[in-house]
Nanobody, 127 residues
């Protein structure tokens, strides 16, 4: 089973940047679409971004479009989330997760599509 470990969280001022990483434990990492989710205190976990296996199709929540960029390095079994122009409302625990093997045209990522959740990394944006 693919195990995932997130890193790169921390405390940053509003307007700043962070890059999150998610390391996968197996070479099978490359066959899965991958995604980032977040959960703020008192709120449900929500979708942030996803990326397909190799073609690199990307998907974003409206709240992060134009500010966040998801990418992957299959040779390193690593998923990234570059976060720019951070806002206080981006404060949350960020999780990476394994998506489906097959991504069809028109896919709209939702939480039930994902599994093998990492333990999460805290991102705190001070205003």
């Amino acid at each position: 089973q693919l195990q995932l470990v997130e890193s790169g969280g921390g405390l940053v001022q509003a307007g700043g940047s962070l890059r999150l990483s998610c390391a996968g434990s197996r070479r099978t990492f490359s066959i899965y679409a991958m995604g980032w989710f977040r959960q703020a205190p008192g709120k449900e976990r929500e979708f942030v971004a996803a990326i397909s296996q190799s073609v690199g199709m990307t998907y974003y929540a409206d709240s992060v479009k134009g500010r966040f960029t998801i990418s992957r390095d299959n040779a390193r079994n690593t998923l990234y989330l570059q976060m720019n122009s951070l806002k206080a409302e981006d404060t949350a625990v960020y999780y990476c997760a394994r998506g489906p093997v097959a991504v069809l045209a028109g896919w709209a990522p939702t939480e039930p599509d994902f599994g093998s959740w990492g333990q999460g990394t805290q991102v705190t944006v001070s205003s």
